[in-house]
């Protein structure tokens, strides 16, 4: 099914320079409609930079995804059908002339296993052009173990993972490190952890750019295991799930709570906390409600209330928000949830990804 996309103000005045400049290269035989078969000749930019200045008319051989590009040749005036990788692509016949198409490439062409061209058929034949269209910028959904060691697998999940190049991300005083890749697919990527890589983020590029994890290495406190003795005891009563729904990694915490109810952590010690600025945690929740998060045993109301809803959400709280910040000593969820008039309700929360955020360089 054709994607119908309205062409942008900024967009139609950087076609019509093109097509300007186009008319003043072309002589009196090539002003009117070829009558041969089309020839594609050259593919350009066409638009504005993000800074407003004019995208430079330089041919390329790649092109990115939801931008404009000008399709420049012969014999197009007649054009029916506009192809990017076998993509039927939409584009305004009132867009194109004789020697130029200004065209969308649509988000959804694929970039994976493809021909790598750009067909134009018309009329009068079909014109071919090698291209390549660039998938987007990779995301990263999440990589476990997060607390892996020198030497151990880790897997990254994601999309746009083509032909990927995973790196211990930059910092402000080191460089970049180089990371082998054991396997990968376009949303799977298995590498093995060099070393000195605790406290780094993890960095996935393609040929369009890369992205950084959301969070470093040696970072979890629960991490499908629970690390430093801050673990639940027992008699909690809660569950690990494994059923492929866990926010990161391959297990989760699953806890029916009465109201007013809990799930209370073990009473540990770690108090290694300089490369950190707080604590992050993923919960989710049966139905929608709240949760306190009863920090180092302050019960008060201090303690930060997180509004949850049926969906994973992952919370950054920085030490500020609680009553100690020098150890971690306990980590205890107390359910929130109530009616209008503040009777408590029972509730089902769903717990995942307890860590640490690192500093900001």
Sequence with gaps: MKNIKI???AACMAWLLSLMFFSACSNDDTASASSGAPVIESVMPSGYNVDGSLKPLTPVT???PKNYYVIHGKGLLTTTKVYFNDFDTYFRPTFV???DIIILVDENTPYANVSNQLKVVTA???AVFNLIVAPPVPTITQFYPINATVGQEVTIT???FLNPIVTLAETKTQAAVPVTVVSSTLEKVVIKLPENADLRYLNVANVSGGVNSAYGVGTAIFDDVSYYGL???AWNNYTYLTDGKAEQGTTYIAKDMDAWGNLQGNWSWFDKLAPYSGIRVAIK???EGKVRLVFNGDWSDKSPTLSVTTEWKTFYLPWSMFSSSDRVQNITFQNQTATAKGDGLPNTFYIDNIG??????
């Design 62 to 64: 790649l092109v990115d």
């Design 231 to 233: 673990d639940f005891p």
């Design 124 to 126: 009068k034949g079909t």
């Design 7 to 9: 062409v942008s103000l």
């Design 97 to 99: 002339t004789d020697t």
């Design 158 to 160: 994601g999309k746009y």
């Design 356 to 361: 640490f955020m690192l500093k900001a360089e």
């Design 285 to 287: 929740a049966k139905v």
